[in-house]
């Protein structure tokens, strides 16, 4: 997957800003459908990043780099792969470089932010924080030109005076990087704040290389001329739109907006076919219904705890079973191709009780899970505790566990896409075999009801602790935040 640095042109583009949470693949491609020019994924940390291992993906035909709690971190295709530009959140050189190796031949173009404000970024000397020291500034972004085949960029917002705006990107431009981005708010400036148009004006006519504008969503742009018109405002060589995109990704075409219903069916399309977690889907289609989230389709979108619940959301159910048969069907036949790479579960499975079962979280109470059923049958008959071992798949990525209660194991013949799925699975194994109940709806026992919510080491004493979870307050208890991004850990229960 190589791309010739000299085929990325910064000149007159419409560009997708880097976007926290938004800016992941089907996002990236939906822009890139509605005639965006250049998209930029989301700001990835460089330890984060370098933890990454890159793994091509058959099934989906990406390319990503999965970390060592088996996230994906980054994803893309072919499909973007002269368009990307990847964005580092970085405040050290050398890690900067690292990362840059990591993924230059996967990628258009290597961007260092040095304009976010949020804390998460500015605590570790990242981001905006980065504009009170020009000397890192100048270290990081003449490592990346000198190290590698990639054009090099940066993303700023303005200082407090333009004098020392003008200073700082003069030096910017020394270091021979491509294009420069400038947000035109300065770093305590919030989108309620008008965008200087003449800030980043002077920046284009001081600068010989290519200056692209950002920061107009607020005030300038709403539509599809108004990119021109912010373009020309500013004099810039390029625009970069940020919230405006994430409202209706379909700004960028000629044409006009196409209608929301039918740009968030193509995104949900999208997020199936790559496979993207349903917690970072719901929360982009969250941004885009805005005001609408109170409408029946918001409050169902609301309500969804996975991807197929999103399809089914936005009636399309059937094409998520499809979807995913079909993704099945490819996983089994690179399988089938490459046998010697499937790896079972390293225990003897002879005496190991098996049944091809999944965990269906819809089929059981908010409140109680297989595992938390066994544990408590456990406690009850005063046995040990439940053992999980647990066995990840390299071909495909998926996960096998085996139960061990009472000296007897128990597994599901089924592979599944999370760790946690895995473990609840071979705990159904197990609850079945024994005739016990396991959680489903219907079916709970008022044993169960006195401690469902003591799991081993939590803190009982917690105000909330012995509260029922209500629907819809899944993201109130301190143990089940959904705000990471990663699957709710009430599936580890």
């Not at 200082?159 to 981005?181: C, F, N, W, Y």
């Not at 619940?309 to 089938?336: P, S």
């Not at 109940?437 to 008022?446: A, D, H, V």
Request: aromatic content about 6%; glycine content about 6%.
């Amino acid at each position: 997957m190589i791309v010739n640095s000299l085929s990325m042109c910064y000149h007159n583009k419409l560009i997708l800003a880097p976007m926290v949470r938004v800016g992941t693949l089907p996002m990236r491609l939906l822009a890139l459908d509605y005639g965006a020019d250049i998209v930029y994924c989301e700001e990835l940390i460089d330890l984060k990043m370098l933890q990454c291992k890159r793994v091509v993906n058959e099934a989906l035909s990406t390319v990503d780099f999965v970390a060592p709690d088996d996230r994906v971190v980054f994803r893309t295709c072919e499909r973007e792969q002269s368009r990307v530009v990847f964005q580092m959140g970085t405040s050290d050189a050398e890690r900067a470089l690292a990362v840059a190796r990591l993924v230059e031949n996967d990628v258009a173009g290597i961007d260092v932010n040095m304009g976010c404000p949020k804390e998460y970024s500015t605590k570790g000397g990242m981001g905006a924080a980065l504009l009170s020291d020009p000397d890192k500034i100048e270290k990081i972004l003449s490592t990346l030109v000198k190290g590698i085949q990639r054009p090099v960029t940066c993303k700023i917002r303005i200082l407090p005076s333009l004098e020392d705006t003008l200073s700082l990107v003069k030096r910017i431009e020394r270091t021979g990087i491509a294009a420069i981005a400038v947000h035109g708010r300065k770093r305590e400036e919030r989108p309620q704040h008008p965008v200087s148009c003449e800030a980043i004006k002077a920046v284009a006519e001081t600068l010989s290389i290519p200056v692209i504008a950002n920061g107009g969503s607020h005030d300038h742009i709403q539509g599809y001329l108004d990119i021109e018109d912010f373009r020309q405002a500013t004099a810039a060589s390029s625009v970069m739109v940020a919230r405006a995109a994430m409202w209706n990704p379909s700004i960028f075409l000629k044409e006009g907006p196409r209608p929301l219903e039918e740009v968030m069916q193509k995104y949900i399309r999208y997020a199936v076919q790559y496979d993207n977690h349903y917690t970072n889907t719901k929360y982009c289609l969250c941004q885009m219904l805005r005001e609408q989230l109170e409408s029946p389709q918001g409050r169902l979108l609301h309500a969804a705890q996975s991807s197929q619940e999103i399809c089914e959301a936005f009636g399309l159910g059937a094409f998520y079973e499809e979807t995913t048969r079909e993704l099945d069907a490819r996983r089994a036949k690179l399988l089938a191709r490459s046998p010697e790479e499937v790896e079972e579960p390293a225990e003897d499975t002879s005496g190991i009780t098996k049944m091809a079962v999944k965990f269906d979280r819809r089929a059981y109470s908010p409140q109680i899970t297989p595992k938390m059923c066994l544990l408590e049958w456990c406690r009850r008959e005063k046995l040990a505790q439940p053992v999980y071992e647990t066995v990840q798949r390299p071909l495909d990525r998926l996960f096998c566990s085996v139960v061990t209660v009472a000296e007897q194991k128990y597994q599901s013949t089924l592979w599944d896409k999370s760790k946690k799925l895995a473990e609840q699975a071979a705990a159904i194994v197990c609850l079945r075999s024994q005739g016990l109940p396991e959680g489903r709806l219907g079916e709970e026992g008022p044993s169960l009801h006195k401690r469902k919510w003591e799991a081993p080491d939590q803190d009982t004493g917690h105000p909330r602790a012995q509260e029922p979870v209500m629907p819809g307050e899944l993201c109130k208890k301190p143990f089940l935040a959904l705000a990471s991004g990663k699957e709710s850990p009430l599936e580890g229960w």
